[in-house]
């Protein structure tokens, strides 16, 4: 009988454990999974931040196009995004060619419109633009002029209650998510080029620098505050004027793009420009030669489907002998256009006045006799007047209104790149 109850005592004993047994290792098992399960989410997690970091930069990038309308030798520029921007209005009479592109884009209103400075191949198709689409903001440069054109596009967006305003200098507009454009200038210049706004327009890691007609003067005063750039709109459409060697070296770009007519008769791109761009392997894209050249920004790298241009000019070497507006500087070719062209000037200018007085009173002789080596009815080393802030070129310093004290002297072949010649000394 008692071997019995020791036999079952046992046996149940044998049971428990067994059971005892079976819940611990049940219970460890569950909480190494319970472990793992959590290392895993840890893992997890700590993965995630990048994943959604790229995410979050992705989705913040937007895809941006730059269109460089081909409006002949004059600028009129899209950026056109979440936003859009445009700069310039090409010539007189261009509106309608840039209402008719903005319209095949599917642009129906402009959240900013800059006119980089008063001259008629930057603002002449502005006033017909505002007339015809709405323009929520307009930022100008800091000067004005006396022509009909600037009056016109004035009295166009005072007629759309639009108020021009002069941009603080470095001051940032947005363009939407992870995109806007900075203003490097706004304290006008020695003259209209001069007061060109340069505009650098960025899309997340993206750089485009947008010019006007800048010249050497601005590109020194903005020189150290300009960074390394993915694409240059070539300053003053490829002139000589434009593009300092130094300039170049600091925006360094991949891409560089010149808005210029075919056939133009200011000779324009210069050759001393197209060398330095060549000589960099900057790769060119040119309207004369593909038409209206648009770029894709995605944010992280720009491409384009227009061909690569050339590096033709169209000024002659032989013939390069007008000086720089800007820095006096004599170009006799272009491999010496950094010499001084100190105290001679006068001299220079007394002789030419002289034949040209000459040439009135006997037109036939000094055709004959001055003329052999050239087509152009006027000597290249004539020189002429520029008032401070006017758009025509004067044979006078006191033309007018003009201000003798403050009116400059440049050659007539550089005035005529940019200026009209006034009817009335003329």
Known sequence: MQKKIFKRFITTLIVLLTILSQTGCSATQSSTAKADTHQNIESSNNK???????????????????????TGNSDSILIQGEKT????????????????????????????????HPHADHIGGLDGIINSISVKQLL??????????????????????????????????????????????????SNSNEQSLVVLFE???????????????TESEILDKIVDVDLLKVGHHGSRTSTSIEFLNKV???????????????????????DKLKNKNIKVHRTDECGNVVFNSTGNGITTSCTEGSYNYRDSQNTDTSKDSTTNIKTNNENT???????????????????????????????????KSTTNTTPVT??????????KYHRINNCGRMNPN????????????SYGKCKNCF
Request: proline share 2%; net charge neutral; glycine share 8%.
């Open 48 to 70: 995630n931040p990048s994943i959604n970091s790229d995410s979050k930069e992705n989705t913040l990038n937007q895809e941006i196009k730059i269109h460089f309308i081909d």
């Open 85 to 116: 921007l445009l700069i310039d209005g090409g010539d007189n009479g261009a509106e309608n060619l840039i209402l008719d592109y903005l319209k095949r884009n599917n642009v129906q209103s402009l959240d900013y419109m800059i006119a980089t």
């Open 140 to 189: 100008v440069a800091n000067g004005d002029s006396d022509t009909s054109t600037y009056s016109d596009f004035i009295n166009a967006a005072s007629a759309k209650n639009l108020k021009p305003s002069v941009p603080l200098e470095g001051s940032e507009f947005s363009m939407g998510n992870n995109s806007k454009f900075k203003v490097f200038n706004s304290n006008g210049g």
């Open 203 to 217: 899309n997340g890691k993206d750089k485009i620098l947008l010019t006007g007609d800048a010249e050497k003067e």
């Open 252 to 274: 360094n770009p991949e891409y560089a793009v010149i808005t210029v007519g075919k056939e133009n008769k200011y000779g324009h791109p210069h050759k001393s420009t197209m």
């Open 337 to 371: 256009n950094s010499q001084l062209n100190n105290g001679t000037t006068s001299s220079k200018s007394n002789k030419t006045n002289t034949n040209k007085s000459t040439s009135k009173n006997n037109n036939s002789k000094n055709d004959s006799n001055s003329k």
């Open 382 to 391: 004539q020189t002429v007047w520029l008032s401070e802030t006017g758009s």
């Open 406 to 417: 403050k009116a400059r002297q440049v050659s007539l072949t550089e005035a005529s790149a």
